[in-house]
């Protein structure tokens, strides 16, 4: 950890920094993971809803990039070094593959739901995660996370067929 003037593990003898930044990391190897995830989807989409879904996918990604800075910045501010490598991210997403012989439409829309919805998941455990240890205002950003993914997965999902 880097010297700061944030007074955030003053208040209380554990590391509440240091907890922080680990668990922001966590989500910015899986952020980095989740853009590579649309990324992959943007350029390989077939079907006859193919540049709807194809423009929407490169705007997700551009939305989870914004998150990924956002992580890695608060990680900064609070004395920490943001690990965002593609090695690192590799190594501790939580995300499972993206699965790369598809081509269909649909096949898409679902992967990218499922990505979506566990990284969203992720972030509301991390709200809850935050409040614990005092940093209210890194549960504040995975708050912003949480509901800018939840409107993200509904632009996806909205390109389902209804049932």
Not at 26 to 49: C, E, F, S, T
Not at 78 to 96: H, K, M, N, R, Y
Request: net charge negative; glycine share 6%; proline share 3%.
């Amino acid at each position: 950890m880097q010297p700061t003037h944030n007074t955030l593990s003053r208040h209380i003898v554990q590391n509440i920094r240091g907890q922080s930044v680990q668990l922001l990391n966590k989500h910015l190897a899986a952020a980095i993971d989740l853009h590579g995830q649309v990324k992959q989807a943007h350029w390989n989409v077939r079907g006859p809803g193919f540049i709807a879904i194809h423009e929407l996918f490169d705007k997700v990604a551009a939305v989870v990039e914004d998150y990924s800075d956002m992580l890695a910045e608060r990680a900064g501010a609070l004395g920490g070094a943001a690990q965002g490598t593609v090695q690192v991210a590799a190594e501790q997403s939580f995300l499972i593959p993206y699965p790369l012989r598809i081509a269909d439409c649909n096949e898409h829309v679902f992967a990218v739901s499922s990505a979506l919805a566990a990284f969203g998941q992720s972030a509301r455990d991390s709200i809850g995660q935050a409040t614990n240890y005092a940093d209210a205002d890194t549960a504040d950003l995975f708050t912003e996370v949480s509901r800018g993914i939840d409107r993200q997965l509904w632009f996806v999902e909205s390109h389902r067929t209804p049932q």
